[in-house]
């Protein structure tokens, strides 16, 4: 199978991608197909195309209409153009059923504990969620849970959690969800890397950060 391999620069200025959003290696769109039933049939008019064009996504349906579709291309590890030509015929399809695109509800959340013995902690980790440790990147093996991942330290911090959520979100929707946990009470940390992340805390300094593909 002939392909190569996509940056997230190229893919957002990529025509006919409107649905789709780039989060965390993978693209991802949202549709409304009207009911839970036109949503089943949304679900097998894409697996057929799978299917013919022999590149498989992870497909969500949930109440009462919603299909979320997920495409990597998992042999590179990210975006590839197996992954653009099933997007595009994913959104014709989407589009003949009469199904309407929710392109910024896509996002993804990932665990990271900041620590300086990653390797003391991580098979702990491995047990208790079991995950599969990944070159260091813990994930599901049924790709439901959140990956977990571990950010290196040079000392012990006592003054901040140790344990932060990241939130990757569509690129065009961040401000916007800043500005919403801003307004519930949140507090800048930084925005020293922007617009790669942003990180937040809560009123008790429970930290968060926004993340979107930009300047990666």
């Known amino acids: 199978m002939n392909y190569t391999e996509v940056t997230p620069e190229a893919f957002a200025n990529l025509d006919g991608l ?73 959104s014709t399809l989407a589009s003949n059923a009469g199904a309407t695109s929710e392109a910024t509800a896509v ?36 790709r439901i849970g959140p990956p977990l991942w571990f950010q290196q330290m040079d000392e012990s911090r006592t003054e901040r959690s140790r344990f932060h959520v990241d939130i990757s979100v569509a690129h065009d929707i961040a401000e916007a969800r800043i500005a919403a946990a801003l307004a519930a009470g949140g507090t800048l940390v930084s925005d020293a890397f922007a617009r790669s992340w942003w990180i937040l805390a809560d009123a008790d300094g429970n930290e968060a950060c926004i993340c979107t593909w930009h300047d990666r």
Do not use: N
């Not at 064009?53 to 997920?70: A, S």
């Not at 969620?129 to 599901?140: A, I, K, P, S, T």
């Open 18 to 90: 409107a649905d789709w959003r780039v989060v965390v290696g993978t693209i991802g769109a949202t549709f409304r197909a009207g009911s839970y039933r036109a949503a089943a049939e949304l679900v097998s008019a894409i697996t057929e195309a799978a299917e013919r064009l022999e590149h498989h996504p992870d497909i969500d349906v949930r109440y009462p209409d919603r299909v979320r579709v997920i495409l990597t291309t998992h042999a590179t590890g990210g975006l590839t153009t197996l992954d653009v030509d099933l997007a595009r015929e994913i």
């Open 107 to 142: 996002q993804a959340v990932e665990l990271a504990i900041d620590t300086i013995d990653a390797d003391r902690i991580r098979p702990f980790w491995v047990a208790v969620l079991g995950y599969r440790d990944v070159g260091g990147y813990l994930v599901d093996p049924l």
